[in-house]
């Protein structure tokens, strides 16, 4: 399988050499693509000495800060064109270890459309998260998994891979959402049209270095999404359902 990993930078400079190295170590055989939203700390110009060391990295500059739904419709947009058979999206800052990229690629050779990096099944973690960070996440998946029965546990995890002929089918580029909740949207769309989706165990730990993107806005956002397509996946099944006499 021709695999191609997309990772979306925003001053990352701290963390982009360490990742990318992690990548090409766990996946030799992986292209990279970087999609670098023009970061001010250089993580775009880093990346390129990278790619110049390694081969098989290309970096994506894009003109300014447009949130983590248009990088990743960016950077899959590019690789369905290419005709990659598999795209893998992880983060930047370290959260996702590189180490558990030959389980989610195995996952797709092994029948899967789609694989998550899922902290919430047997033998995932989150190490060192504070409390109210778990109670979050934990509220905001059950919450998910509640509106849009997707019957994922992990459905806002952004360690993921899909087979491309699947992810194509569900055309991400007309997806909604600008921040995190583009990993929710495409999941649920995925469900919709009866993909099969895998949950793989992995250890999220938070980032040693530099600053984390997420915001109330991002999660209001996410939330505000979900209720939406819950709410209209119920009412079109009410509209579908005989009236009784």
Known sequence: MRALVVVPTYNEAFNVVEVLHGI????????VLVVDDSSPDGTGA???GVAAELGQIDVLHRPSKDGLGPAYRAGL????ERGYDVIVQMDADLSHDPVALPALLGAIAGGADVAIGSRYVTGGSIPHWPWHR????RY???YTGFALRTGIADATSGYRAYRV???AAVDPATTRATGYGIQ???AYRMSKVGATIVEVPIAFTDRKRGTSKMSMKIIAEEMLLVSWWGARDRAGSRSRTPSTP
Request: no cysteine.
């Open 24 to 31: 090409r170590a766990a996946a030799p055989d992986a292209d």
């Open 46 to 48: 880093m990346a390129e």
């Open 77 to 80: 947009g590019l690789g369905i």
């Open 134 to 137: 778990r109670a979050l996440s």
């Open 140 to 142: 905001g998946n059950a």
């Open 165 to 167: 002929t699947t992810l």
């Open 184 to 186: 929710i949207e495409i």
